[in-house]
């Protein structure tokens, strides 16, 4: 999968995209990522990439042409062939779900402008993106953040990623429900023991204990997904 970022601030993508699994995944070709400043598509002396409103208010919007030129040269004209589906990150967005995530890992490629200011020239908008994307219901100064959210969330479920793809696959919420409480050694911590179940050696009790816990987690932290998961049950 090849994602490219068009931001005005490329190098916070360094230590994100520089290590770890992300890193992984573009070392053995999963991944690609192509980080592309906008900045450096505007024509004028000053390298312009933003200018006021019309109608007038606060603040500065994103210009149309120099991301459409960055886009053109980068994720493909509009209906050129094998063009990347273009997502701009806005609090406006559609909210980022899991389901979101796995369907765009499906994709061969994605292009996500990061916003900045006021927002983006709508005509660019209209002209040019996809899918607008939110990753929850706050305000950052600008898409980076939300855009790292998105490659991250999207990187881990390519094949050689992770490593071990039934985790991807199991965890918390990709199942519909939050994830059960883990332990590891040592066996007693501070006074408090791990669970006596997960010690027995018993496979389908722990199993069973898990989906428990997860169960009831999931109904009172997220009253939402625990509704959705119990329609999705009495559907099938
Ligand atoms: N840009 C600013 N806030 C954002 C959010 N919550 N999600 C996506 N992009 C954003």
């Not at 000053?46 to 042409?65: E, F, I, N, Q, S």
């Amino acid at each position: 999968m090849r994602i490219t970022v068009l931001t005005l601030f490329p190098n916070w993508f360094d230590g994100p995209f520089g290590e770890s699994m992300i890193q992984r995944g573009r070392d053995n070709g999963a991944l690609e990522i192509e980080l592309v400043n906008f900045r450096d598509f505007a024509t004028d002396r000053h390298r312009t990439v933003d200018d006021a409103p019309y109608g007038g208010g606060g603040g500065m919007v994103l210009k149309a042409p120099p991301l459409a030129a960055a886009l053109d040269a980068t994720a493909g004209a509009p209906g050129s062939e094998g063009r990347a589906h273009v997502i701009y990150t806005s609090p406006a967005g559609a909210p980022f779900t899991q389901r979101r995530a796995e369907e765009l890992a499906k994709l061969p490629r994605v292009a996500i402008i990061c916003g900045h200011y006021e927002g983006l020239d709508q005509r660019l908008i209209d002209s040019r993106v996809d899918e607008e994307i939110s990753i929850g219901d706050y305000v950052l100064t600008g898409g980076e953040i939300a855009a790292m959210a998105i490659v991250d969330a999207v990187a881990r479920l390519l094949p050689g990623v992770l490593g071990n793809e039934a985790g991807a696959r199991d965890d918390s919420i990709a199942t519909g429900l939050l994830e059960a409480p883990q332990y590891t050694r040592p066996e007693v911590f501070e006074g408090r023991p791990v669970p006596d179940i997960l010690l027995s050696g018993h496979h389908a009790k722990v199993a069973a204990w898990r989906a428990r816990q997860s169960e009831q987690l999931t109904r009172q932290r997220r009253p939402d997904l625990w509704q959705a998961h119990q329609d999705a049950k009495f559907r099938k």
